[in-house]
């Protein structure tokens, strides 16, 4: 049974391995930001979903390049139907095995639609919008609205933003989140809810501000709801985001922290419901290159609990990538990642391994073989391994 499952592995590895000769890389890109702006796709991603500096930028300005006047699409009757304003990220995974269950065929695991850009017309210039509808299989691909946000930039000092999204997926380093992360396995510490049922990524209705001085001080702040609260009923939520972007490095490195705090309702054991004070903070750091990523990030998690005590739990990551590039356009991209964190109040730690290789078909077409290992577990809990061959492809 082993030797049948390794031959498996292997035939699909050799697949992987042949489709490489294949089909050449190309800087051919098609998503809609590629084809309204005539930009390729490594301009904004180091290799993507990962933005580069000039990417972040275009993000902070609502998708809108430094000193251009044009917005990306034009408000008028016919401008939802617009195809630059639409694209697509689908996931297909042959192969995908966990060492504690059995292997899968997961030939299409997501689709998501993206409508994103920025508006001229009646309102200007200076309105951006962002959705996501996302579709996955762990779900029987049910339609969800993923996170939404429309902002007004005034300048690139000061914008104000509103929508169901937390503030670190709308964050530009894409440090402190498990969105836009390049590899299947997540940053574990920044995934855990404790026992407040929250974190960084936890979507929220909220109002927020945003800016860049200098263009190089960030900063964040937002005002939200409960987390699962979508009518705003529940007690206010705060966070905040600061970074600096040294400049005399082609803004290529930053130093941030990020900061949140509130009350959220819970369920407890006999059904009535109790407010739990949360309060989650980060510091980050990236040094990004066009020839490689070093990403750290260390969070600290205080949360009370329904019975009335309290738990702290802290966790980190190091990831790093490098960027084997043909032409200027990534061909094959090797990411590490360590993760080390708590559970149980501090009492539980795990230490996590996950290392990637990933070969571009197209800047916007790649597939990646994952290894991801638990190299360390509490006592009495059974460590974990897994593969995964992943083809993704933005359109």
């Known amino acids: 049974m082993a030797n049948n499952k390794l031959a498996k592995f292997t035939l699909l590895a050799a697949i992987f391995c042949l489709a490489t000769v294949i089909i050449p890389a190309s800087s051919y890109a098609v998503p809609n930001f590629a084809r309204k702006t005539g930009l390729a796709c490594s301009s904004c991603h180091s290799s993507f979903p990962r933005l580069n500096a000039f990417g972040r930028e275009f993000f902070r300005n609502g998708y809108v390049r430094t000193g251009e ?28 095995k966990k060492d504690s269950g059995d292997s899968k065929i997961r030939a299409f695991h997501e689709i998501e639609l993206f409508i994103a850009g920025s508006s001229g017309g009646v309102l200007g210039n200076n309105l951006s919008f962002f959705a996501e509808i996302e579709a996955e299989d762990e779900t029987d691909f049910s339609l969800e609205l993923a996170p939404f946000e429309a902002a007004y930039h005034f300048m690139p000092e000061f914008s104000i933003y509103f929508g169901n999204r937390s503030l670190a997926d709308g964050d530009p380093f894409g440090t402190i989140t498990n969105h836009g992360r390049v590899t299947r396995s997540k940053r574990v510490a920044f995934n855990q809810t404790f026992s407040s049922g929250n974190n960084p990524d936890a979507k929220k209705q909220g109002i927020a501000v945003k800016g860049t001085i200098n263009d190089a001080f960030y900063y964040a702040a937002r005002i939200g709801t409960d987390n699962g609260d979508p009518e705003g009923e529940g007690e206010e939520d705060f966070a905040g985001r600061v970074a600096y972007i040294f400049p005399w490095c082609d803004h290529a490195f930053h130093i941030g922290g990020y900061y949140a705090d509130g009350k959220q309702a819970v369920v407890g054991a006999a059904g009535g419901t109790t407010d739990v004070d949360f309060t989650r903070w980060i510091i980050d750091a990236m040094y990004d290159t066009d020839d490689f990523t070093v990403i750290f990030a260390y969070q600290n998690a205080d949360d009370d609990t329904v019975a009335g005590g309290s738990e702290t739990n802290t966790g980190w990551y190091a990831e ?9 356009n990534p061909l094959f991209v090797p990411t590490v990642r360590w993760d080390q964190y708590e559970t149980n109040d501090g009492n539980d ?38 593969w995964t061959v992943q083809i993704e492809a933005g359109l």
């Open 349 to 386: 730690d795990y230490s996590e391994l996950t290392v990637q290789l990933a070969y571009y078909f197209k800047e916007n077409i790649k597939a990646f073989v994952e290894y991801w290992n638990q190299v360390d577990t509490p006592d009495g809990v059974d460590d974990d391994s897994r």
């Open 69 to 96: 006047t044009e917005p990306m699409f034009e408000l008028s009757e016919t401008a939802f139907l617009d195809k630059n304003l639409f694209g697509v990220l689908a996931k297909m995974r042959p192969y995908d």
């Open 320 to 328: 790093g990538s490098y960027y084997y590039r043909k032409d200027g």
